[in-house]
């Protein structure tokens, strides 16, 4: 993760920048990648953060991007007007040559400015890319974020371009599920917005973040375990196959979600709707089930 700020004290890579995206880049949805088609071959990316909640964190954000990615706070530039703004993107890029922003960019103290402001002080081109649609929604992280909130991970990742994922390390569970139920694999969040509690069917990645690593069906459990311990949990059980765990991390990608969590009055009827849940996610993910 690199700090705007260090680029002051690497003359070489700030030189080299041409163009640079600038926004808050949350979630790197269809959105966002429309502004980055626009830099050109020596463009980098701004991210301007704020301390709330996010769909994806900034440590995993490089993963999806070919470009250069870097972070300031909002605090540094929340009170710049327009000249200082610009000013301030060039003291650092003296190169730059293209500023790309989307249609709703606003900037200054209480949000004064808008894209067209950029043009007064800066020489280059400022590219404002227009508003992007799917299917007559208009793309942006507020509304993917309601979405999860809501269950609807399915919608949400068509806004996204991808599954939605939530990543962390892997942790001991209560062990109940492979004693008397399903085995499962159980993670930590790592500051990944939760979607709503609930049973979903999806796939699940151990290990590192990889372009390449298998991603296994699952049925994936998010909230309280209301009939057993009432201790909040996300776990997955992996379809059809049995495998060592060895990996230090995880992560689950959410296809659809099956049901809401609920209270069962005993492990029999747990377990008898995580049968059904199970068939669910093989109907859902189209595997085949051989059981």
């Known amino acids: 993760m690199l700090s705007f700020l260090s680029l002051a004290k690497n003359s070489r890579l700030a030189n080299s920048i041409t163009s640079i995206a600038v926004g ?23 991210c301007i953060e704020q301390d709330n909640g996010v769909l994806l964190p900034k440590k995993y954000r490089s993963f999806y991007v070919k470009y250069p990615m870097f972070y300031l706070q909002l605090e540094i530039v929340r009170d710049k007007n327009d000249k200082e703004f610009v000013g301030f993107l060039q003291s650092v890029l ?30 280059g081109e400022v590219i404002v890319v227009n508003e992007v649609f799917y299917k007559k929604l208009s793309v942006h992280s507020g509304l993917i974020k309601e979405l999860l909130l809501n269950g609807n991970v399915k919608q949400a990742s068509k806004l996204l371009g991808r599954l939605y994922g939530v990543r962390g390390g892997i942790i001991k569970g209560q062990g109940l599920g492979k004693r008397k139920l399903y085995a499962t694999i159980n993670i930590q969040n790592d500051g990944f917005l ?43 059980h992996l379809l059809g196959v049995e495998v060592e765990v060895k990996e230090r991390e995880a992560e689950f990608y959410f296809a659809r979600k099956i049901r809401n969590n609920r209270k069962f009055e005993n492990l029999e009827s747990l377990k008898e709707q995580i049968c059904y849940d199970i068939n669910e996610a093989y109907r859902i993910l189209k595997v085949k089930h051989d059981g």
């Open 194 to 236: 939760l979607p709503q509690e609930g049973v979903y069917a999806g796939f699940i990645q151990l290990g590192a973040q990889s372009a390449e690593s298998k991603k296994y069906p699952a049925v994936i459990f998010v909230g309280n375990r209301l009939s057993t311990d009432k201790s909040f949990s996300i776990e997955g």
């Open 24 to 46: 808050k880049f949350d979630g790197l949805h269809l959105g966002h990648q429309e502004l980055l088609k626009k830099l050109d071959a020596h463009g980098a990316i701004l």
């Open 94 to 123: 003296p190169n730059l040559k293209y500023i790309v922003v989307g249609y709703d960019f606003r900037f200054g103290k209480n949000r004064f400015y808008y894209p067209f402001d950029l043009s007064r002080y800066f020489k």
